[in-house]
């Protein structure tokens, strides 16, 4: 069972950045491909980012390509998720996610661990 910690969310201004992380508790993280989502109100969970088992290959929703940068780093079983240039529509919790195996997925149904979420507020 990999336990997922999320933290780093927090209230910025549009145009500013954060970064967040995923902590996970099982030495194994690097064999799990990981995943971003988030979920704003009233609206249903939807896919942010992902990225392979070994880094080398990461995919990203069109509405947050070119401002977010997903990697990690597997010595420390830590994913991480750089977001620039934030617009309020990016406000929404973010969850990360793991999935067994190397491949990433867009489907969040083919994850199987989550973490609780962060909440990331983008004021305008």
């Known amino acids: 069972q990999v336990q997922l910690v999320e933290s780093g969310g927090g209230l910025v201004q549009a145009g500013g950045s954060l970064r967040l992380s995923c902590a996970a508790s099982?030495?194994?993280?690097?064999?799990?491909?990981m995943g971003w989502f988030r979920q704003a109100p009233g609206k249903e969970r939807e896919f942010v980012a992902a990225?392979?088992?070994?880094?080398?290959?990461?995919s990203y929703a069109d509405s947050v390509k070119g401002r977010f940068t997903i990697s990690r780093d597997n010595a420390k079983n830590t994913m991480y998720l750089q977001m620039n240039s934030l617009k309020p529509e990016d406000t929404a919790v973010y969850y990360c996610?793991?999935?067994?195996?190397?491949?990433?997925?867009?489907?969040?149904?083919?994850?199987?661990?989550w973490g609780q979420g962060t909440q990331v507020t983008v004021s305008s």
């Open positions: 099982d030495r194994t993280f690097s064999s799990y491909a």
């Open positions: 996610a793991a999935r067994r195996g190397p491949s990433y997925s867009y489907y969040e149904a083919r994850y199987d661990y």
């Open positions: 990225i392979s088992v070994s880094g080398g290959s990461a």
